[in-house]
């Protein structure tokens, strides 16, 4: 044992509870929408009101990196099942946040021009962009292989802009402002290939592949 530096075995068990944990938060339950409409409403009032601290709050609440996760941990274990399934869950959380995002900026309209700060700071940055979701992706991953350090799935959803980009794409599609849908959903699709390739990455470096996912739960 060092004193800079302890070496901990990833074992069996450990890789089985992260799949374990995975599975059970990508199902379209009760909570899964309660969080994904919470997280939409108050991703657009952070835009609307130009609060960063409310759009942090959004990114906290949404629960959208369970299910690109499961992509990940889908793809490199080649499960079918669960593709699909955080697929679905994935596709509904863009839709509810385009539809009902643009729709709650409607009813607010009269305090659309307060939201001008926010909404030009919706900018793609290719390399900068990839680069934190890569890594966020990782960091994800690993938490959930690692108890210690679990609480990185809070951490991700703060580092990278997932929701508030989507709601974004609604309000620029229901009050058109520029090119600011297509700015967004940019922004989106970056840090979801990102945090895609992160976990894919994370995954294999464990070699999560060779460990039976449990379909209790």
Known sequence: MSLFFTSKPYSTEDKQKAIAELLHN????????????????????????????????????????????????????????????????????IALAILVGGLFSLFVKSYFGAAEGVLISFFPNLFFDV???VISGFIGAYGLV???????????????????????????????????ALRAITIFLLNL???LAGGIICFLVFNIKHVKPSRTT
């Open 26 to 93: 990508t199902w379209p339950d009760r909570d899964f929408y309660l969080l994904v409409i919470g997280a939409i409403i108050l991703a657009a009032c952070g835009i609307l009101t130009d609060s960063i601290p409310v759009l942090i709050a959004s990114m906290i609440v949404a629960p959208l990196a369970y299910p690109i996760l499961s992509l990940s941990l889908g793809i490199v274990t080649g499960d079918i099942k669960l593709l699909m399934r955080a697929s679905f869950m994935l596709i509904i959380s």
């Open 193 to 195: 290939v990102g945090i």
């Open 146 to 180: 690692r108890s210690k350090v679990g609480a990185a799935m809070t951490g991700i959803g703060i580092a990278v802009s997932l929701m508030p980009p989507l709601v974004a794409v609604g309000i620029g599609l229901f009050n058109p402002a520029d090119d600011l």
């Open 131 to 133: 680069l934190i979701a």
